[in-house]
């Protein structure tokens, strides 16, 4: 079996992902994709474009790997929901009243994040499973307001079928070459990244300037 050369950090990764792959077929892809939305240290950029690549060697049809794929994204993302729903709205009022003032959150923020998640929060599981990091997180929120479970499962199944879908066609496109996708989504992971980090910042920065402004009055 030959598998293109990878960077050395990822290659008994690799090994292992092509291993199960092999094995398992479609349910390996599956799988591998439900952990990774479960747990991120396993990478998408790896799993998707070498069963993209696979598939274009022939050894399994480009459409029932996608299929896989999106199954594997919905078993993780309903995970996570889980997870979110376990938590629950009281429990995290009560962490945000409780821990909220070491982060300068209060309960107010907590409301208005809840508002707006029940208004946009269709769109916001559809656009954050195209994105790294964010399309596995956004379903915890989605578990915790208790979002309509066949609003959710639409979104996410669409959502996820995009991301892999590009992903494993990029892998099928590049051939002997798959491996050159995950340096484009690091690229693109670093951005995001950075988007939430500097999000963040700006949220405390308005939190500190609004208590100063308050405590001149």
Known sequence: MFVAPVPAIFSGLTERVTDIIERLGY?????????ENVFPPIPSEIILPLAGFMAGRGDFWLP?????????SV???????????????ARLRWLVNRYGRLLGVREHDLDRANSWFDRYGAVAVFFGRLM?????????????????????????????TIWNGV?????????????????YVSYFQYVVILAIVGAVGVFFWRRRVSKMVAGRR
């Open 75 to 89: 078993i993780g993302a309903l995970i996570l929901y889980a997870v979110g729903a376990l938590v629950g709205d």
């Open 64 to 72: 029932a790997v996608v299929l896989a794929a999106t199954i594997g």
């Open 27 to 35: 349910t390996g892809i599956a799988g591998l994709i439900a952990l």
């Open 167 to 183: 992903l494993i066609g990029l892998g099928w496109i590049l051939g002997d070459n798959w491996d050159a996708v995950g340096d």
């Open 132 to 160: 790294p990091v964010i399309r596995s997180i956004v379903s915890i929120p989605a578990g915790i307001r208790r979002m309509p479970l066949g609003r959710f499962l639409l979104y996410t199944a669409i959502g996820s």
